[in-house]
């Protein structure tokens, strides 16, 4: 095994490991370094992989990741990293002649030019003799120094540490960009972020030949990224409003559809339904290869299924208006009623257990109230295993980002421990987020008129 550095992005910390994990599960690399070496404040990570070649297939999807390098030296000091350099000086006459390029960078501190000169200029002693070339050269290597946060104003004089070695590979923000919700032809009040959409697409192992659905669709952000990366695509919603572009902040675009024609993705977005997951028409078993949601928390969209406040009324349903049943007419809606946060995700659980294949992964966003938050507090099912949880805080709540395996065939005749834990009485952070969201995140039994999150 040969050591490696990868240079992450700096956002997003607490999904980059989460995110590294999944690529190395897609891509089948055997990976290994110390979880606790990546601290939040750092983009750096010295990782061992097999070869050069494991290297470059590790990061090429990756959107946390902005490069990887094989490590040729670190230290506090030039001299420290000169020293290591110095160990190994083989691997200089594999550069001796060919094109390359020589990049400085840093991190928390920016460099001038002729700062950056007399760092390239102080490798000199590697002897390379081909060719600078700055567009395609045959070899780059990459100075990075690390000055990490100040307390003030005014950054570190000195670099906490200095990294170097050959750039092998790179991963792919430029999808970000790509991808940008401003750019699409159609998107609504709920539409995900590239970034964070194309993230999910990782965590959910998306890639060609797998089937993936999304069950609360919306405007089609993950059918995009997931789509992408080769999979094929399903999604449903029970407001058929959104996915048809009649509500949102672009209507009459043609909805969904126009954003599959803008990056020309039709052929894998199978279809689009409308029903509520609760009743759902699928057949029975196991169908998906990953479930990747953003189940609606009720703040920018309520979160609703079929149903009466009062009942089923069979008067009302079987209404005949103009010699037509009611639930036939062109401009019927059938009546819902509101869906609390904590039983929209034993729902999602329970429906994922069964209809994932083994080994399939369901991936959604789970909201909390931050003050209140616990690790229990996560649902669980026996056929899934927790495999991530990553935290976007947003002051006063938080929103996390679930990924789950499933480890077992479905048993409906097996307890949903998260029902269980609601019908107990159980009180996790994310219960009744609606109502507390607009309460100001004030406990049950707080008479205080709230606070705004920051």
């Keep these: 095994m040969a050591k490696f550095i990868v240079y992450l992005a700096q956002y997003h910390a607490d999904f980059r490991l989460a995110e590294l994990d999944s690529l190395a599960q897609l891509e089948g690399v055997t990976i290994a370094y110390d979880r606790a070496s990546c601290a939040a404040d750092s983009p750096f990570l010295v990782v061992e992989l097999e070869s050069v070649e494991q290297a470059a297939k590790l990061v090429?999807?990756?959107?946390?990741?902005?490069?990887?390098?094989?490590?040729?030296?670190?230290?506090?000091?030039?001299?420290?990293?000169?020293?290591e350099v110095k160990q190994q000086p083989e691997r200089w006459a594999d550069y001796a002649s060919c094109s390359f390029k020589f990049t400085v960078d840093s991190f928390?501190?920016?460099?001038?030019?002729?700062?950056?000169?007399?760092?390239?200029?102080?490798?000199s002693f590697l002897g390379f003799e081909g060719p600078i070339?700055?567009?395609?050269?045959?070899?780059?290597?990459?100075?990075?120094e690390e000055y990490g946060e100040s307390d003030g104003p005014i950054p570190h004089e000195a670099p906490k540490r200095i990294w170097f070695g050959r750039v092998v590979g790179r991963g792919s923000r430029d999808l970000i960009d790509r991808f940008d919700v401003k750019k699409r032809n159609y998107l609504g009040n709920t539409t995900m972020d590239a970034e964070l959409s194309l993230v999910m697409a990782n965590q959910a192992l998306?890639?060609?030949?797998?089937?993936?659905y999304?069950?609360?669709?919306?405007?089609?952000?993950?059918?995009?990224?997931c789509s992408h990366f080769g999979a094929c695509t399903m999604g449903s919603d029970i407001d058929g409003r959104q996915i048809r572009g009649?509500?949102?902040?672009?209507?009459?675009?043609?909805?969904i559809q126009a954003n599959l024609a803008q990056y020309q993705l039709g052929g894998r977005v199978l279809d689009t339904a409308v029903f509520d997951i609760c009743r759902n028409p699928w057949r029975a078993g196991p169908l998906f290869d990953a479930i990747v949601t953003d189940p609606p928390y009720g703040v920018r969209a309520g979160a609703k299924r079929l149903g009466r406040k009062t009942g089923t009324v069979p008067e009302l349903s079987f209404k005949v208006v103009d010699g037509i049943e009611n639930h036939k007419r062109p401009d019927y809606y059938p009546p819902t009623i509101p869906y609390e946060m904590s039983d929209v995700v034993c729902d999602l659980l329970d429906f994922a257990?069964?209809?994932?294949?083994?080994?399939?992964?369901?991936?959604?966003?789970?909201?909390t109230v931050a003050d209140e938050y616990e690790p229990e507090d996560v649902p669980q099912h026996p056929a899934l295993r927790l495999i991530a949880n990553s935290e976007q805080p947003f002051g006063g709540w938080s929103r996390r980002l679930i990924t789950m395996e499933k480890v077992a065939p479905f048993d409906d005749s097996t307890p949903d421990r998260a029902a269980q834990a609601v019908a107990a009485g159980a009180a996790p952070a994310h219960r009744n987020f609606r109502d507390r969201y607009f309460a100001g995140f004030d406990r049950p039994d707080d008479t205080s008129t709230g606070h705004s999150e920051s």
């Design 133 to 144: 070339r700055m567009k395609k050269p045959d070899a780059e290597f990459l100075v990075c």
């Design 108 to 123: 928390g501190k920016s460099l001038t030019q002729a700062e950056k000169v007399a760092v390239i200029e102080s490798f």
């Design 353 to 367: 257990a069964e209809k994932l294949v083994v080994g399939g992964r369901l991936v959604y966003w789970l909201p």
């Design 214 to 225: 999304d069950p609360f669709v919306g405007t089609g952000s993950f059918l995009l990224t």
């Design 246 to 255: 009649t509500a949102g902040f672009r209507r009459g675009v043609d909805g």
């Design 60 to 83: 090429q999807r990756g959107i946390l990741v902005r490069s990887i390098l094989e490590y040729w030296g670190s230290g506090a000091t030039y001299g420290e990293v000169f020293d």
């Design 206 to 212: 998306a890639r060609p030949g797998s089937l993936v």
